[in-house]
């Protein structure tokens, strides 16, 4: 997390205008890969198996995928929406040696507020919040029922940066259904 610092430090400082610029306005459009979502841990307690299907987890059951839009309401500030997906394949054999297979997918829309403490041309350093509903389904392949459950879902992000001007590669770390490392595009435009 250093590294990342120190190099959003150094672009600000040598790669972009000295002065930060008015982002008010300007509506930002975003993609991107979570790495190590809570859903992991959801997953296995939704899942209703009475033995854990940790020993068969794949790279796939690490992501999670995110889209949203935000509006910068002042210089430093935005609000926005945020959608996330994440489905993840679970297996396990229990007391009795029988297999037992489900599926699990959640869907989580987010309200999403963000902060910009250093906002250059070129780079910007932020922190945000996000908010919502998740909407999860288990189906598990021996019943061939789905079960379904609401539930709060949030994400926080301590520090995120962005480096590009209007078409821009970015990279969050937080806690949450984002997951620990987000990385992705985004896009800028009046």
Not at 80 to 86: A, F, M, S
């Given at each position: 997390m250093r590294k990342i610092v120190f190099f959003a430090i150094f672009l600000s400082a040598f790669g972009a205008k000295a002065q930060?610029?008015?982002?008010?306005?300007i509506t930002e459009t975003y993609a991107g890969i979570g790495f190590g979502p809570l859903q992991i841990v959801l997953s296995?307690?939704?899942?209703?198996?009475?033995?854990?299907s940790n020993f068969n987890?794949?790279?796939?059951?690490?992501?999670?995928?995110?889209?949203?839009?935000d509006y910068f309401t002042g210089k430093y500030f935005s609000?926005?929406?945020?959608?996330?997906?994440?489905q993840r394949s679970l297996r396990t054999i229990n007391a009795a040696g029988i297999e037992e297979r489900g599926n699990f997918q959640l869907i989580t829309p987010m309200i999403k507020i963000k902060a910009n403490?250093?906002?250059?041309?070129?780079?910007?350093?932020?922190?945000?919040?996000?908010?919502?509903?998740?909407?999860?389904?288990m189906r598990k392949f021996s019943t061939l029922k789905n079960e379904t459950a609401i539930f709060p879902a949030g994400q926080y992000n301590f520090i995120g940066?962005?480096?590009?001007?209007?078409?821009?590669?970015?990279?969050?770390?937080g806690s949450g259904f984002q997951g620990v490392?987000?990385?992705?595009?985004?896009?800028?435009f009046k």
């Open positions: 930060s610029i008015n982002n008010k306005g296995e307690y939704f899942s209703g198996f009475n033995y854990p987890l794949i790279t796939t059951d690490l992501l999670s995928g995110s889209m949203g839009v609000i926005g929406g945020q959608i996330n997906y994440y403490w250093l906002n250059r041309e070129k780079v910007s350093l932020y922190s945000n919040y996000l908010l919502g509903i998740g909407f999860g389904t940066v962005r480096v590009g001007r209007d078409i821009a590669f970015f990279a969050e770390v490392l987000t990385v992705g595009l985004s896009a800028r």
